[in-house]
């Protein structure tokens, strides 16, 4: 295989490396700003609030938009506009003109480029996989290593930087690497990407299968005798002509159908609520009670992120052959409530390290497993609106997990919200895990299906160390 087959993998992975890394860096950038601009942890979950509604909004209501316009165009300009934004903060601090309302203004425009411009980097994965003749399976593993790194590298340069310099010339780096993703699109992806015909339908592989969708007209499928799904191909030229809110409902009905999709998002909704709490409010702030700064935040970061790559190798190489619900559950045990219970006492910095690490390295499991789950249930051809429903239903609450720990740690403090978000966590899990749907995690495997589906799935949070297209928020 020619070196130029793989351009479009390496430009796409090069470009989300780049975006996410630069995401991370303003996620400790941004709450530390606030932090010692207001002294408010109140505040700092407005502003966090301020960012990820419009990410949710804008990056479901884009779906139907990608798929017309082009993932290649729309990741172009939202990648500007999140540099443009992030460094319009960094100049008006600098000018002395930056109220708190401005800065509330441009991070809901930063808040509505990251949208669309993940989005957009996710759907590009298949036609790059295809282009380069690589499995798709194979891409995605790719795409989730390169996200582990990004939140390896990006909390790592964020909490140096912080440290070092201050919170503004972090966000200032951040804008820089938005502007780098931008250029990356641009000088590696060929133009019309994501414009190509869709791929022939064919074997997904064993794993992969499903056959309790119901049929949504031409689009969503139907089972053959045999049991397999068999997603016909959309008519040449429909989705030129199909209208935007056609195009959104097509999505909207293909999840209504889809019983075991659903019961993740709702699942990965609640813990990404808890997660984001941590990660916008309860992390900055026990860093700044606690005298350990912002740089020991941003090593645990790293930390989780590093090990969670390690296990995303392991879970590529071994998951298929695990029973998938005992390892989720597990691994979600283990990723996410700890980090809230040990850090609510007065714990050795290497017992926190240490709690960071392993969470990390079970949250490495998630994402494969979701993200097979997904894969084996959605069409290519509804890619853009069904991927961009999927991961913002699971980032409903994101937006208001700062909010709440914020109000809640001025209320209550901080070692009580920590300890009452951890058993949230666990009950959470409990719950929904006694839905009867997860039992067609492990059918899926023994019915391989027609279609080779390729969208996006629920995201749940990076902090538990699983983000990606079904699992973790970004």
Known sequence: MSGGRFRPLAGVLAATAVALTGTRVSAIALPWYVLGTTGSAAWTGVVAFAEMVPYVLVKALTGPLVDRVGPRRISLAADVVSAVAAGAVVLLDALGALPLGALIALVVVIGAGRGPGDLAKEIMIPEA???????????????????????????????????????????????????????????????????????????????????????????????????????????????????????????????????????????????????????????????????HGPVLLGLCGSVMGLTAV??????????????????????????????????????????????????????????????????????????????????????????????????AVTVAGLAPVLLACGAAYVLALGLTGLRPEWREMDRLRARPATARPTADGPVSDGSSGAEGRVGVRE
């Open 310 to 407: 390690g296990g995303s190798l392991v879970a590529a190489a071994v998951a298929h052959r695990l029973p998938r619900r005992p390892v989720l559950f597990a691994a979600f045990l283990i990723a996410g409530p700890p980090r809230f219970l040990f850090l609510a006492f007065d714990l050795p910095v290497v017992a926190i390290v240490a709690v960071f690490a392993v969470g990390g390295f079970c949250g490495g499991f998630l994402n494969p497993i979701l993200g097979a789950v997904s894969f084996e249930r959605v069409p290519r051809h509804l890619l853009g609106r069904v991927g961009g429903l999927q991961t913002s239903l699971s980032h409903v609450g994101v937006p208001l997990g700062g909010l709440l720990a914020g109000a």
């Open 129 to 291: 996989a295809g282009r380069a003749g690589m499995p798709l399976e194979r891409a995605t593993g790719l795409m989730g290593v390169t996200e582990r790194l990004a939140q390896t590298v990006g909390p790592a340069a964020g909490g140096a930087v912080v440290g070092l310099f201050g919170a503004l010339p972090s966000l200032g780096l951040s804008a820089v690497f938005f502007a780098l993703g931008s250029m990356v699109v641009g000088l590696a992806l060929p133009r019309g990407m994501g414009h190509s015909a869709p791929a022939p339908a064919d074997k997904l592989g064993s794993g992969s299968g499903s056959g309790s969708a119901p049929e949504f007209g031409s689009g969503s499928g139907s089972e053959s005798e045999s049991g397999e799904r068999v997603t016909p191909a959309p008519r040449r030229g429909a989705g030129s002509e199909e209208g935007y809110w056609r195009r959104f409902g097509e999505g909207m009905a293909f999840l209504r159908g889809e019983p075991l999709l659903l019961t993740v998002i709702a699942m990965v909704c609640v813990t990404n609520l808890l997660d984001a709490a941590f990660g916008q409010v309860l992390g900055p702030v026990w860093a700044k009670e606690s005298g």
